[in-house]
Each structure stands twice: as C-alpha cells, then as structure tokens.
C-alpha cells in the first residue's frame, strides 16, 4: 500500500582529515534544514558523517584513534553530535545518520542511527556486521587502504526492522500496526513504514537484505564511503585507470542497491557525496 512521503539524500561533499569537526557539524546542519525547507521528513546521512572518513589512514597511538569516535550509548547526547539530533527534533525531521561509536566498555563500532524528531530520541541503532578491508596497511607508499578491520569490532546487533514513528501522516496506530499482533488484511501497509537500516559493504551481501525483507521491511536506508580506485583491494584489477575504476565502482554500487531492492520489493534512498579519493553516500 503506498504512503508518500519526501527522503533526502544528505550529500555532504569532501571531508578531509584536517577539517575541523565544528565545520562539518555546521554542514550537516545546513543540509537538514535546506532537506528540511523543501519537505522532507527523512535526511539520510552518510557512513561516519561527521568526520572524515578515518579508516582509511593508519594510526596506532590509542588517543588519535580515539579522537575519531563517539563515546557511550546515545550520540544524540555526545557532545560533538547532539546539535544535529537536536535541531532534528526542533524541526520535527527524521535522520538517519552514520558515526564511530565506542561503548562504555571500549568496544568500537561502525554504526548508524535513526532519530525520530516526532519523539525526539533515537529508536533505532545497527552496527555494522561486515568489515571491508585490512586490518595492516598495504606496503605500497601510495595505497589507499581500507582498514575498518583494524578500529571496528564486527556488529552485534544484528539486522533488525522497525517502525519509523509519524514519519507519514496519517498512518494508522491500531493493534498490529507498531505493537506484536499481527496486521489484518485490511491493515497491511497503512501502518507507521517499516524500515531497517545497514552501513555500505553490507549492501554487498544478499542476507543483509532478506533478513531484513523477512521481516516485512518497505524502506531500507544505507549510508556508505566507497573507494573508487583502489588497486590494492581484492577484486580490483591493478591495471585499470582512475576513470575506469570509478566507472565501475558506480556500477557496482548501483547494481547491488537495485538488485536486491527489486528482489526483496523494498524503496532505499541511495546518496552520493564526491570525494578525490572516495566517495561518501548514503
Ligand atoms: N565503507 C565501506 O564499507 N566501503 C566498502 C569498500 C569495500 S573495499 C572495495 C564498500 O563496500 O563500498
């Protein structure tokens, strides 16, 4: 059954190593309400938004690597992120958003929430299951590496649907539709959108997909950074030159977003955010 609504793709263009955080926060920021001034009620941001893309620089001294991360359960209480989660709720939009997360205990994840700005907290959380990459740099002076197995551990949270709350006017709010009864004939797709979420190589994978459209998702939001040329990288050919390696690494992104929406019926808003090195989307 049909529900509309606006998504916004929140391309937030380069973001390099020595930007200052505070920068990228004001960016963010602009793009929610610019999203925001043209009636969305989703922005979706991209894989670990509010800094640079850091995996793919070799650290080793625990407290630059730290510098990266955001510390505890909830980023939207984390002092470098809660503006965006704040305004946010100030402006009653939804985001989907991708950040480096440490727990209380130390443990490191690629993860991504969503926030509800019609009840002002974040009702969702995923943690990234499939790490890309090395966990040591390639010898090569000029590589460009891919280390997220070296800062993340693998996610432990699993794929797991929800319902996006208000986020379509309108929708019905009865047993079944948001609660654990299940949906009657005359219910199914008028409730609150279900929505599930993953972070960029999980798109790559079919059981990131069907566990998710096992559980009757409609609209799937996947925020990503993916290396155009990158030779080193399995599954890249060492010959190809900059133009065609990003001609491909297009096609491919586009070929596993479609394909798996087609065969599990789903929507995904897919965004692109350019780099010179990389490119950052959701
Ligand atoms: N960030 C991330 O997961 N990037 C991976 C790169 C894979 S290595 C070619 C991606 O799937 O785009």
Redesign the pocket.
């Given at each position: 059954m049909p529900r509309k609504f606006k998504v916004a793709a929140a391309q937030v263009g380069a973001v390099h190593k020595w930007t200052p955080r505070t920068s990228t926060l004001k960016r963010l920021i602009g793009l929610l309400h610019s999203a925001h001034s043209q009636g969305a009620r989703l922005v979706v941001f991209p894989?670990c938004a509010f800094t640079t893309f850091f995996p793919r620089y070799t650290m080793s001294e625990p407290p630059e690597i730290d510098a990266w991360f955001e510390h505890g359960d909830d980023p939207s209480e984390s002092p470098n992120t809660k503006p965006l989660f704040d305004e946010a709720r100030e402006l009653g939009v939804d985001i989907y958003v991708g950040y480096a997360e440490r727990t209380s205990d130390g443990t490191s994840y690629n993860s991504c929430v969503y926030y509800s700005g019609a009840l002002g907290k974040v009702v969702s959380k995923y943690r990234k299951l499939h790490l890309?990459?090395t966990k040591d740099p390639f010898p090569e002076k000029d590589a460009v590496n891919?280390l997220?197995k070296r800062y993340f551990t693998p996610g432990d949270l699993g794929f797991r649907a929800f319902r996006a709350p208000d986020l379509v006017a309108g929708a019905l709010k009865k047993a079944g539709l948001g609660g654990k009864e299940a949906e009657t004939t005359a219910s199914v797709g008028k409730g609150d959108p279900v929505v599930g979420m993953m972070i960029?190589?999980d798109r790559?994978w079919p059981e990131a997909w069907r566990v998710l459209g096992l559980q009757g998702v409609e609209l799937v939001l996947c925020g990503?950074?993916?290396?155009s040329y990158?030779p080193q990288?399995w599954?890249s050919r060492q010959e190809m030159t900059v133009e065609e390696a990003d001609k491909e690494s297009r096609f491919h992104h586009a070929l596993t977003m479609q394909a798996n929406s087609y065969m599990n019926a789903f929507c995904r808003p897919s965004i692109l955010q350019g780099t010179d090195e990389l490119r950052r989307t959701a």
């Open positions: 894989e890309p990459g891919q997220e960029c190589n790559r990503f950074n993916t290396n990158a990288l599954g």
